[in-house]
């Protein structure tokens, strides 16, 4: 148990729906990560949040936002969803903003039908 | 875009041998490490290797890193059943303030007992 939870584990909905996907980070840690893996790919980077505040945004689409909460736990929002956003999406949690480790959540398993 | 790429892409050995999986990155890094994904499964944090460490070793693993070259290696000894999973690289770097951990495209590691 890496001590990140995500929520929820599996999401199903349609296309042009918005879902959230929840993370709490470990406790202590002030960062966190957000990551989409498609099929037998690599983790493509989103966005990261340090202590409330963005510090490093990826190839985060427009329909996608994220925000960090002052108790730390972070949400992805993902609207207008399209068949190719299905995806594992996974969170990570550090306790600095770079060169620590990262404890990565179980992911929430996105399907959009 | 991915910053790291993992060679080779799949790698199949009999139990008991041992692995090497490369690493090459593009741009200046703060440190590196690696991770292991079971499937469909979270990321689970093996090492990280500072950008002034050329080698360093964790029980069956070791790494070595070549900053002239941009290049990192995994080696694990002695592979087991279980090392079967994917292995992957991240790097973090800092960009005028905008951090990022970013993987590579990971190396599919099977061990055929």
């Known amino acids: 148990d890496s001590g990140v939870t995500q929520t929820p584990k599996h999401l199903i909905t349609a296309t042009g729906q918005r879902v959230t996907l929840r993370c709490s980070p470990r406790?202590?840690?002030?960062?966190v990560y957000w990551y989409q893996q498609s099929l037998d790919q690599g983790l493509q980077f989103l966005i990261q949040y340090y202590n409330g505040e963005e510090r490093a945004k990826g190839n985060i689409l427009e329909r996608f936002s994220a925000q960090q909460f002052p108790d730390l736990h972070s949400e992805l929002n993902l609207s207008s969803l399209e068949l190719g956003d299905s995806a594992l999406y996974f969170c990570a949690s550090s306790v600095a903003r770079y060169g620590t480790e990262a404890f990565f959540g179980q992911g929430t398993r996105l399907t959009v039908v | 875009s991915q910053q790291g790429e993992e060679d080779p892409q799949a790698l199949s050995i009999q139990e008991g041998e041992n692995a090497t999986m490369n690493c090459s990155y593009k741009?200046?890094?703060?440190?590196l490490q690696w991770y292991r994904q079971n499937s469909g499964r979270g990321l689970v944090h093996l090492i990280l290797?500072?950008?002034?460490?050329r080698e360093k070793h964790s029980g069956r693993l070791r790494v070595t890193l070549d900053t002239s070259k941009k290049s990192s290696s995994l080696l694990i000894t002695a592979s087991r059943a279980a090392d079967t999973a994917s292995y992957f690289c991240?790097?973090?770097?800092?960009?005028?303030?905008?951090?990022?951990?970013?993987f590579g495209t990971g190396t599919r590691l099977t061990i055929i007992p």
């Open positions: 991240a790097t973090d770097f800092t960009n005028f303030g905008n951090e990022k951990l970013t």
């Open positions: 741009t200046s890094i703060n440190n």
């Open positions: 406790s202590g840690d002030l960062s």
């Open positions: 290797i500072r950008s002034n460490e």
